[in-house]
């Protein structure tokens, strides 16, 4: 990683959170900062590093690296130490994750509306999950970093014009014309600054009052009126009335004026995620300091690539895809490599097996798994596993496919005695229509009416809350 000239890279302060570090409770003493950092450095220059894009210039690419290097950090270490803690509780069933948010931000979107919808939307599904199966739901979104996208081709076609594929707004621009899809390094500071936008107006949301749970009314204002929103207003109004109980016996409701709320993206693109990657003052370790939560996806972990390199030398709670076809062996592997002191909380499994294999792939994996030793977070996304192309030519998903898939990870879990932690969406707080099936009966037909994602389908509003009281019911029986 580069810095200005004669700058140490900078310290991750623990702004206002609890110091006491996910570091301290696994017995680790402070390591040399300086040379973790150079570690990782050289590891850049060594290792090949799958779906990163051809930047034509490499001059502009050093002093934008030098830029985002010399950048405050979007989040900080103690942040990422106690989302380590509450991932260590989802592990064991003491909580559930909600991970949510778009398959891929662009700048446009980046308003406050649709910041302040997704959310709403997240809310109030974490409301639901809460009320219906009595646990508490750790809220991490998909936001405030995810502008860049792996792809299958590096290439587009289209009418017999062949382009660089589009790989997210960090990198070009979804126009198809040559222009637009030249990699552009310059993309990476402005993915920066939407980023810090975003970070900014989602903790003024979730700190300032609009979260405090006795305004679980206000979070269904603006949506259109359909049956999810029916029926989460009756669990509003249940948990008004229990609210009111608690008011009545003298309950001190100054916790839940806010809630916690964590910012997560794919560690894709390793010329933004390295510049910031800082020291943290407090134990000399590296974090990422671009979002809380960063996985790696099942196109780049590679055990001898340089993603999990990288992620195996920062400090964040990680997350590994995991397909139907990962080797039992390499995952053994991959634990050793990225939690090698086995930190409760450190090691998060996103499974993405498709509605119909998930039976039939996981059981193995999560019994290989534990029987390790290994406690990792098991946590379903039961969207990538299930996108084909409809009739019409749109990319989409159907709903019942990735409620089956849902359903197929519980019942893994149930027959093993093991833990499922969580689930990982793509959502919007909008009403698209981009996602088949669901309440509305959305068809091949509809989905040109409101079809604006610039990558893979996402679940509308109404879906998203009728896949968290699908979910509630099955939390409540497992």
Request: some cysteine; hydrophobic content about 40%; charged content about 25%.
């Amino acid at each position: 990683m580069r810095t200005r000239a004669g700058a140490p890279p900078c310290d991750v302060y623990a702004v206002g959170v609890n110091t006491r570090t996910a570091t301290a409770d696994a017995g680790l003493e402070p390591v040399d900062g300086s040379e973790a950092l150079a570690a990782l450095t050289a590891a850049a220059t060594e290792l090949e590093a799958q779906q990163q894009p051809a930047w034509p210039d490499t001059a502009a690419l050093a002093e934008v690296i030098e830029t985002l290097a010399s950048y405050p950090p979007l989040v900080f270490a103690g942040e990422c130490d106690i989302l380590t803690d509450r991932m260590a509780k989802a592990a064991v069933g003491e909580a559930f994750v909600l991970q949510g948010g778009d398959c891929a931000e662009t700048f446009a979107s980046a308003t406050a509306d649709n910041i302040r919808d997704r959310i709403k939307t997240i809310l109030q599904m974490a409301a639901v999950l809460t009320y219906g199966a009595s646990v508490p739901v750790i809220k991490i979104g998909r936001m405030a970093g995810q502008y860049a996208k792996p792809r299958s081709s590096t290439v587009e076609t289209r009418e017999g014009v062949t382009l660089p594929a589009f790989r997210g707004d960090m990198v070009n621009d979804f126009a198809f014309h040559e222009t637009a899809r030249i990699p552009d390094p310059q993309r990476l500071v402005r993915a920066y600054h939407a980023s810090s936008a975003t970070l900014n107006l989602v903790r003024a949301f979730t700190t300032g009052g609009f979260a405090d749970l006795r305004h679980v009314h206000d979070w269904n204002r603006g949506f259109v009126a359909n049956s999810a929103n029916q029926r989460y207003e009756k669990i509003a109004k249940d948990i008004d009335k229990a609210m009111r109980f608690m008011w009545a016996c003298g309950a001190d409701f100054d916790a839940m004026r806010t809630v916690e709320f964590y910012a997560a993206h794919e560690a894709l693109l390793l010329d933004y995620e390295r510049p910031l990657t800082r020291i943290d003052s407090r134990s000399g370790r590296l974090y990422d300091t671009s979002g809380h939560f960063v996985w790696v996806g099942e196109r780049t972990r590679q055990l001898d690539g340089a993603h999990v390199d990288f992620v195996s030398r920062i400090s964040n709670p990680i997350g590994v895809k995991l397909g139907p076809k990962a080797d039992i062996d390499e995952v053994l592997r991959l634990i050793d490599k990225v939690d090698p002191n086995r930190t409760p909380g450190r090691l998060t499994f996103i499974t993405r097996m498709g509605a119909g294999t998930i039976r039939d792939a996981l059981p193995a994996l999560v019994d290989k798994v534990t029987a390790s030793g290994a406690t990792v977070t098991w946590i379903c996304d039961p969207m990538h596993g299930n996108t084909f192309e409809s009739p019409s030519g749109y990319k989409t998903r159907d709903f019942e496919d990735i409620v089956e898939e849902v359903r197929g990870f519980f019942e893994v879990h149930q027959s093993l005695g093991t833990i499922p932690g969580g689930i990982h969406v793509e959502l919007t707080g909008n009403d698209v229509t981009e996602c088949l099936g669901g309440a509305e009966k959305i068809i091949d037909s509809d989905l040109e009416k409101r079809y604006e994602s610039v990558c893979d389908p996402r679940l509308n509003h109404q879906q998203s809350l009728e896949l968290a009281f699908l979910v509630a019911e099955m939390l409540g029986q497992a």
